[in-house]
């Protein structure tokens, strides 16, 4: 089992930057591929963002590409999504997901675990 744990969220004026951890707890998170994914208010979630168990390999949603950078440090268990130049239309609760097959996939299905979500709001 795999515990995840989304801390950042917030408030955030158009333009700004908001950085987002989730902190895992249980299974080897190092040996991990991490996700963020989005759902905003009356839509379906969306991914956001994957990174390998080494950081070597990362994957964006075009809509993110050159404004979000998705890192984590596996000495504190944890995977961080910088969040710039914001837009209102990047509002969501953001969700941290965790899955072992090794690939950096945009497919929430192929998630295993799940956070509780953290909400960012970006005003105009």
């Known amino acids: 089992q795999v515990q995840l744990v989304e801390s950042g969220g917030g408030l955030a004026q158009a333009g700004g930057s908001v950085r987002l951890s989730c902190v895992a707890s249980g299974r080897t998170f190092s040996r991990s591929v991490m996700g963020w994914f989005r759902q905003a208010p009356g839509k379906q979630r969306e991914f956001v963002a994957a990174?390998?168990?080494?950081?070597?390999?990362?994957n964006y949603a075009d809509s993110v590409k050159g404004r979000f950078t998705i890192s984590r440090d596996n000495a504190k268990n944890t995977v961080y999504l910088q969040m710039n130049s914001l837009k209102p239309e990047d509002t969501a609760v953001y969700y941290c997901?965790?899955?072992?097959?090794?690939?950096?996939?945009?497919?929430?299905?192929?998630?295993?675990?799940w956070g509780q979500g953290t909400q960012v709001t970006v005003s105009s």
């Open positions: 997901a965790a899955n072992f097959w090794g690939r950096t996939t945009a497919t929430g299905s192929e998630y295993d675990y």
């Open positions: 990174i390998s168990w080494n950081g070597a390999n990362t």
